[in-house]
């Protein structure tokens, strides 16, 4: 079963902030975020790993929480350049690196 | 860095036949890529994990006689899908990984078949 993310699709005026969310049904040993622009292959953004971490990226940062296996993203004073589809890749324990992606979140930024 | 190439980008081909695509890690070694396939507006879904001087293990629910796998190499892996039917037009898209779990994607192929 695959991780539900929400919101499923969102519009965003430039400058404006949005948090992505990724919810997993199993128990979680690191998951992934990437971009993806249309008819193009996923662009990875970040890792984060089990033990609670935070990671931050220019303005785009997030979090993971193991024990109720979700992680969000936080995207700040979004560009025209930040509009895609994100998804998140949950790796679970002992699947060896196998990732399993979310159902993805549509962004589009607007002037 | 960390650059992965997929070839062809793009194939069309009839009902029938075959199709190979090549999947090259170019800055890294890779042990472990991994084939993914993508509907329109779809998630990613993993169709196999594709090991170095050993067979693929493949995702259930993928026909493994129907995808070919051959990992010949630390940085090529090649997909091969046999005879090819209209419902296998998809986005292909690999990914190599990078040191213990970092996934880095190649461009895709896009496979359209009449």
């Known amino acids: 079963q695959q991780p539900v993310q929400s919101p499923q699709a969102v519009i965003l005026r430039e400058g404006e902030d949005a948090v992505i969310n990724c919810s997993s049904s199993k128990a979680l040993y690191s998951v992934h975020w990437y971009r993806q622009k249309h008819g193009e292959a996923p662009v990875f953004l970040m890792i984060?790993?089990?033990?609670?971490e935070q990671k931050g990226h220019d303005k785009i940062s997030a979090s993971f929480n193991e024990k109720k296996q979700q992680s969000s993203l936080y995207l700040t004073a979004s560009q025209l350049s930040y509009s895609g589809t994100y998804f998140c890749?949950?790796?679970?324990?002992?699947?060896?690196?196998?990732?399993?992606f979310g159902t993805g979140t549509r962004l589009q930024v607007t002037l | 860095g960390a650059v992965v190439s997929q070839h062809p980008s793009r194939v069309i081909c009839k009902s029938g036949t075959s199709v190979k695509i090549e999947c090259r890690s170019l800055?890294?070694?890779?042990?472990?890529m991994f084939w993914y396939r993508q509907f329109p507006k779809q998630s990613l879904m993993l169709m196999a994990t594709?090991?170095?001087?050993?067979?693929?293990?493949?995702e259930q629910g993928v026909e493994k006689d129907k995808f070919l796998i051959n990992h010949a190499s630390l940085t090529l892996s090649t997909l091969t899908v046999t005879s090819a039917h209209p419902e296998d037009s998809s986005f292909y898209i690999c990914?190599?990984?990078?040191?213990?779990?970092?996934?880095?994607f190649g461009p895709g192929t896009r496979l359209t078949v009449l």
């Open positions: 594709s090991n170095e001087g050993s067979k693929a293990t493949y």
């Open positions: 890749g949950t790796e679970e324990t002992g699947t060896a690196s196998k990732l399993t």
């Open positions: 990914s190599a990984l990078k040191g213990v779990n970092e996934q880095f």
């Open positions: 800055d890294f070694q890779a042990t472990t």
């Open positions: 984060l790993l089990k033990g609670g």
